[in-house]
């Protein structure tokens, strides 16, 4: 469980669109659950896959609003990935966003200069992934009631912690 104070509001919709599909890749499931536990609340149709190839598949079989994806996957890399897409007729200015534990600057760089939108580092920041997707699909979210008894609020996210103990080696 993740305890979020009032400066973390977490969005129960959107509004001014219908259905919105956002593709995300990235080879650590627990990374792929947080980000459908935190997505499809919220609203938004999210397809998950697990490598490069596999999302290339997803991607020629539906149309998606918006890719979300890791860097470094085995046997073919994000980048790969964004090269493909922009490169592609299908869709090319599709917006994705990278997320990535590299902290490399090149790898930012690159990932940006190839045409992702925006590169945001692992561990994920809620506010700031949530922020950019508004941007992108150019939607306003719809917050739940302020509850003024209380100052904090209990979210279910436990797959943020498999995420960061996986990245961390545990």
């Known amino acids: 469980v993740l305890l979020l104070t009032d400066a973390v509001r977490i969005p129960v919709g ?37 490598n490069v190839t596999d999302a290339l598949s997803a991607y020629q079989e539906q149309d998606f609003d918006l890719i979300v994806t890791d860097l470094v996957m085995p046997e073919r890399n994000g980048t790969e990935l964004i ?48 922020k950019h997707i508004s941007s992108l699909l150019n939607i306003s979210y719809v917050y739940p009631e302020a509850d003024n008894s209380s100052t904090e609020s209990t979210v279910v996210l436990e797959p943020i912690f498999e995420s960061l103990n996986d990245s961390e080696g545990r």
């Open 14 to 50: 959107f509004v001014e669109k219908g259905p919105l599909r956002i593709l995300v890749v990235d080879d650590n499931l627990g990374n792929l659950n947080f980000m459908k536990d935190l997505l499809s609340p919220i609203g938004f149709e999210v397809s998950l896959t697990m």
């Open 83 to 130: 090269d493909i897409i922009r490169n592609g007729k299908k869709n090319p200015d599709t917006p994705i966003i990278v997320n990535s534990a590299s902290a490399f600057t090149e790898d930012r760089q690159k990932s940006l200069s190839i045409g992702a939108n925006v590169f945001l580092p692992k561990p994920i920041n809620i506010e700031d992934i949530l």
